[in-house]
């Protein structure tokens, strides 16, 4: 078993305001092996933006880390001082953001902004510079001529190639991406999504991806990680999670996608919405919500159970297996 | 997005008027700046109502010895015809405290009125408006107010007319700039498409949900006008007889009270004014913080990391 | 067939809306730049009839949203007609004419975030819309019938005093097609209604719209970019690119068997094989924004099968059985299937 590139353990993530506390990720743990794809999945307020922030180290107050540990190749990340974690930020790892127009600087061109990159982290010559950056926008797709546009006179979708470019100018052994898809069209995304992964492959970087759309990630990851109110719902092999769902929320998304080829069914969805993570429900966080929901689970906090390969946190898998942990 | 959504999941931006008054009375007292504000202000408003409980002397009647300093009886001493200072304060209180309100009032009201109908309404509208507002904006004060004080007959109403006149143009400007950005709201746009005449946008469904931006521009507009209407009663526009602290720095200054070693006299209603500006400008900073989470200073918890 | 390629419509069946050549241009730089205009929406031709829900289908920039704000009179049309039950929408002018127009066509926005406003409770607008639009309820009773638009919607009628921040995304839209149903509309424009709602949320609101149309008698506009929702409800779909209409017809017909190159791409970016389509290399798969275009098919560019005629000639919608198409290698085909004597291959023209 190869060593695990990055071992996330018992990970915890808060807002603490004045009024309430909000837990917004609660004892996430999970692996992920060097070129693994792993892809966190679950709608808005689940807390898989929070936990991408909190493994990379990108919270701000009131959000802070609580309790447990971040262990990239071996170092423990939350407990590393800003300057370790300065050398480390884009050489080791590196994060594409959900919106570029956020991220990208609009008053200074790609190229500048590439070189401030290259010199904040690393030592290169004006020619190595020069060159890397052609190199990285070729990787993407973007021809060269457009190093000396601005972030505005580029496309949405050559906006976001930019951004991943950035990632990769140190290629580093992990990139973290948050939702890059989501303010593209479908053939947009498609064609983007090809493109990671042709360079996941021929580069071999591991790649955490977050996003709210199943089928973006569905043709692509190697894991996939749902999440359901700040915590792990299911977790396992990709085929598996299609195939086979095992957590009842994981089977409500899935009957809530309609599809475009095959047969009409009827869409059922998942009635009611998220909970408020400052007062979340007794018991399972589900229950609410859950068709297949029995008496304890209103009261009792189901553990992640292991089911052959797969993780979830569902009573309905208590009694048959062990916990995972 | 969500990132900062759940922070500010607590501070929803519309509740009802009593909610959001206990809301506001609690935010009021965690933040110590409002808090003092808040205090001065209030300060401010009893003494304007209730004068004669503090004051024990008449305050226009000429009574005791001229420029007497200091003392128990005469807190701030008297004036150069023998008026105690500390009386005339308390009782000029009130006229200030009610000319700058209705100033600031009036003056924000217009400014809302025109630079959301200008940014609402666009087109011709839209720069007539500005046009007239940018004239507002430019006309020099001083020799408007020779001009109008050859017409007007010195008064409290012609001050707050003047002062009126030549204050709302400023907040316009930004509170267009607010409309312009708003326009396009869906909600507008539905209401537009269920067929609402434009007065009734704006009044109804634009104006209502920029009342945090009312209430600091108003607040803002109070801070100014204070000193404002001071500095012109200083310079004789204003009915000097009328007991304000502007007028008090007028016949202080007539009488040459700083020459003549009556410092207090002329110091004590400058300082008066400062206070009742920085009681407004204090809220307003913390109203500011109250209505927008993201501005607050954030204060880390020092909390025991869990293992688990 | 009608004339319109619908060919299960009787001629004497008026279409609830129909547009003529629908075109919007917007203007774009200051006194000093060289005239750029930016062609929104081009000679579009829509018809919506009775109790039926119509799917436009484009990506961002392709108009559609456009096309709804002109339906629903937020701007005016460059050029081109709209006729309402066969009354020319410019036409009406005074007051009365516009409300009734505004009694008939409602409106149901994407954000559910913006579209309430904050600061009121969100009985607020559907009771705006009673006041306005419906004469028939009084005063008195305004609160029953907003209690009981609310309950045909799927929400409780308590939920009529809360604010707009104490309710979800999903419950918000509900709101927003409640206010269209308080005016007893016949046509509902729905701009990308669930776009921006969780998937387990978009399925209760598509049923609702289905249902509106099978027993509230509305006719929608389901303005989106995802065909796989436009393939749930709609019965017949219509397809954007660059401000054009390029492929339309019933709805398994379109996306069962696409002709269109664009609707086939479109098609295969979203279909679950584990094939990808075929592409140009090099196409970041963006719609052009069209501004001072030359004629031609605005899609060339990007299409496999792009002839010398496509540069020259801008194609129109053109009957192929039940459905239209812009596409000049489409309808050639077409008719080289359908002549009697099979006939040698495509050549360029």
């Known amino acids: 078993m190869p060593e695990p590139l990055l071992e996330v353990r018992n990970l915890s993530v808060a807002y603490l305001t004045e009024t309430a506390d909000v837990r917004a990720v609660d004892r996430v743990s999970f692996t992920v092996a060097p070129g693994e794809f792993l892809g966190i999945v679950g709608e808005s307020g689940c807390g898989k933006s929070t936990l991408l922030f909190g493994v ?10 609580v309790g447990g540990d971040v262990i990239f190749r071996g170092e423990d990340m939350v407990r590393l001082g800003p300057d370790d974690l300065r050398h480390m930020r884009w050489r080791d790892f590196s994060i594409v953001m959900q919106s570029a127009m956020n991220a990208l600087n609009p008053m200074k061109s790609i190229e500048a902004q590439f070189k401030d990159t290259l010199e904040a982290h690393g030592t290169l010559s004006h020619e190595e510079i020069q060159q890397r950056s052609a190199e990285v926008l070729e990787m993407v797709g973007i021809d060269p001529i457009h190093l000396g546009s601005y972030p505005h006179q580029l496309s949405g979708g050559m906006r976001q190639r930019a951004m991943i470019a950035m990632a990769l100018l140190f290629t580093p052994q992990l990139v973290m991406m948050d939702e890059p898809t989501s303010a593209l069209d479908v053939v947009a995304q498609r064609s983007l999504m090809t493109k990671v992964k042709d360079l996941q492959q021929s580069l071999g970087f591991a790649i955490i991806f977050v996003t709210h759309d199943m089928s973006v990630v569905s043709r692509y990851s190697d894991h996939v990680m749902v999440m359901y109110a700040g915590q792990i719902a299911e977790a396992a092999r990709t085929e598996s999670i299609f195939t086979r769902p095992l957590h009842p929320y994981t089977r409500g998304l899935m009957s809530a996608f309609p599809s475009v080829t095959g047969p009409r069914r009827e869409l059922v969805g998942i009635p009611g919405a998220p909970p408020d993570l400052a007062r979340p429900p007794t018991g399972c966080r589900f229950n609410p919500r859950c068709p297949d929901v029995m008496p304890e689970c209103l009261t009792q906090d189901p553990e992640l159970y292991v089911v052959g390969d797969a993780e979830v946190r569902c009573l309905l898998y208590a009694k048959q297996t062990k916990k995972a942990m | 997005m969500a990132v900062t959504d759940i922070a500010a999941a607590a501070q929803p931006d519309a509740l009802e008027v009593s909610v959001r008054s206990r809301r506001l009375l609690r935010a009021i007292l965690r933040n110590r700046k409002a808090t003092v504000g808040a205090l001065i202000l209030l300060l401010m408003v009893f003494v304007a109502a209730f004068p004669g409980l503090i004051a024990n002397h008449p305050p226009q009647a000429p009574l005791y010895r001229a420029n007497a300093g200091p003392s128990s009886s005469h807190l701030l001493g008297t004036t150069q015809l023998g008026q105690d200072v500390f009386s005339q304060l308390v009782w000029g209180t009130r006229l200030t405290l009610i000319v700058t309100l209705v100033v600031s009032a009036i003056a924000t009201l217009i400014s809302m009125i025109i630079g959301v109908t200008a940014a609402y ?60 950005s708003l326009r396009n709201r869906d909600f507008l746009v539905a209401a537009r498409v269920r067929g609402e005449r434009p007065m009734y946008i704006i009044l109804v469904e634009i104006v209502p949900t920029m009342t945090s931006l009312l209430v600091a521009s108003f607040l803002a507009l109070a801070v100014f006008e204070v000193g404002f209407a001071a500095s012109l009663q200083f310079l004789g526009l204003g009915n000097s007889s009328e007991l304000m602290w502007g007028t008090m720095l007028y016949n202080a200054q007539q009488a040459a009270a700083l020459e003549s070693g009556n410092a207090l006299w002329a110091l004590a209603p400058g300082a008066a004014v400062a206070l009742m500006g920085a009681g407004f400008a204090l809220v307003n900073f913390a109203f500011d913080e109250i209505g927008n989470p993201a501005l607050r200073p954030v204060r880390r918890r020092r909390r025991a990391r869990t293992a688990a | 067939m009608g004339a319109d390629g619908n060919s299960d419509r009787t001629v004497a069946d ?276 069209v501004i001072n275009p030359s004629e031609g098919c605005r899609f060339r560019w990007r299409c496999p099968y792009a002839i010398e005629k496509c540069s020259q000639v801008t194609p129109r919608p053109t009957p192929i059985g039940s459905r239209q198409v812009a596409c000049h290698v489409a309808v050639a085909q077409a008719e080289a299937n359908s002549a009697a004597v099979p006939t040698a291959p495509i050549t360029n023209t």
């Open chain 1, 56 to 65: 990379a180290q990108l919270l701000s107050p009131p959000g802070e880390v």
């Open chain 2, 121 to 180: 309404l666009g087109g011709v509208t839209d720069r007539t408006l500005t046009v007239v507002t940018d004239v507002f904006l430019i006309i020099p004060v001083l020799p408007l107010l020779i001009l109008l004080s050859a017409y007007l007959s010195p008064s409290v109403t012609s001050l707050i007319i003047v002062l009126t006149v030549t204050s709302w143009a400023f907040q316009a400007r930004q509170l267009r700039s607010q409309g312009l």
């Open chain 3, 14 to 289: 008026e279409p609830l809306i129909r547009t003529v050549d629908l075109t919007r241009h917007f203007g774009l730089g200051g006194l000093f730049a060289k005239k750029q205009v930016l062609h929104a929406v081009d000679d579009f031709n829509l018809t919506i009839h009775e109790n039926e829900i119509v799917a436009l289908v484009g990506e961002s920039g392709s108009g559609k949203s456009t096309v709804a704000r002109m339906l629903a009179r937020v701007y005016p049309p460059t050029r081109g007609e709209i006729y309402y039950r066969g009354r020319l929408l410019n036409k009406l002018r005074s007051r009365k004419d516009l409300l009734w127009y505004r009694g008939e066509v409602a409106m149901v926005f994407q954000d559910p975030f913006s579209a309430l406003n904050p600061v009121f409770r969100v009985s607020h607008g559907v009771t705006r819309n009673l006041a306005l639009h419906r004469p028939d309820v009084r005063r008195d009773q305004r609160r029953r019938e907003a209690e009981r638009v609310f309950e045909s919607v799927g929400l409780n009628a308590k939920m009529l005093r809360r604010f707009p921040y104490e309710m979800s995304g999903g419950e918000r839209q509900r709101v927003g097609f409640a206010q269209a149903l308080a005016v007893r509309p016949k046509l509902i424009l729905a701009d990308e209604p669930v776009s921006m709602l969780d998937v387990s949320i978009r399925a209760g609101v598509l049923n609702m719209m289905s249902n509106l149309r099978d027993q509230e008698g509305v006719s929608i506009l389901y303005i989106t970019h995802d065909l796989a929702s436009a393939r749930y409800v709609a019965d017949r779909v219509l397809v954007m690119y660059a401000g054009h209409l390029v492929e339309e017809g019933p709805t398994e017909t379109i996306l069962g068997d696409p002709k269109h190159p664009y609707t086939q791409l479109l098609l295969s970016a979203v279909a679950e094989s584990r094939q990808d389509a075929e592409s140009i290399s090099g196409d970041t798969g963006e719609p052009p924004k």
